[in-house]
């Protein structure tokens, strides 16, 4: 699979406070956008797969929550990842 125990647990390490810190809002944002990335490269070379398509537009509405959650809870921290993670907003 793409996203593997270790690279979770680098994901949770960069972003998280720990490498199991899966449910602080950071390391789940950098999670969805792991995801999303992948998915995005899956879908250039395959047009017609709708059902990963749907799952796409799913992840990204999750991921914006979760940033918007974060950027009502403690602005600093929204800005920080947005500034790693490289996202527009």
């Known amino acids: 699979m793409y996203l593997d125990k ?3 647990a680098e994901i949770y390490t960069q972003f998280g406070q720990n490498a ?3 449910g602080t809002a950071e390391s ?3 999670q ?3 995801r999303i990335a992948h998915l ?3 879908l250039k070379k ?3 797969d709708y059902s990963t398509q749907l799952s796409l537009i799913k992840m990204v509405g ?4 979760l940033l918007n959650y974060l ?3 403690d602005i600093a921290r929204y800005r920080a990842v947005i500034e790693k993670l490289g996202l527009r907003r």
């Open 28 to 30: 789940q944002v950098a």
């Open 20 to 22: 199991q810190d899966s």
């Open 46 to 48: 395959n047009k017609k």
């Open 71 to 73: 950027k009502q809870i």
């Open 32 to 34: 969805f956008s792991f």
């Open 62 to 65: 999750k991921r914006r929550d």
């Open 6 to 8: 270790t690279k979770r």
């Open 40 to 42: 995005t490269e899956h």
